[in-house]
């Protein structure tokens, strides 16, 4: 689920940390705060398989920060995680609706 939405958040525009933890806040509408201590970690995985590829670049307050942008093979992934996450979301929604 942290990969899903971790890729969300960068696929419209590269983003340093802080900003991809409030986009995921923003686009579960609170429902998911995600911690630096698992985003980053995160993150560093991803870059190892080559989904997200990142640079130091100055913040909007002017800071050095790590911009995090999604790669070809970072789409593919995000596609192949939204087709996951439906299946188990219509197994769910079979499964609680069955009698």
Do not use: C
């Not at 980053?40 to 942008?69: C, H, I, Q, T």
């Amino acid at each position: 689920t942290l990969d899903l939405l971790v890729l969300k958040a960068i696929s419209l525009e590269p983003l340093h940390g802080v900003a991809i933890s409030r986009r995921i806040t923003q686009i579960t509408k609170g429902a998911f705060q995600v911690s630096f201590g698992s985003l980053f970690p995160s993150l560093r995985r991803m870059e190892e398989k080559g989904w997200v590829e990142a640079e130091w670049r100055s913040s909007d307050n002017n800071r050095r920060a790590k911009y995090y942008r999604l790669t070809s093979a970072g789409r593919t992934q995000l596609k192949a995680e939204e087709r996951q996450w439906n299946q188990v979301v219509k197994i769910m929604a079979a499964a609680v609706q069955s009698t």
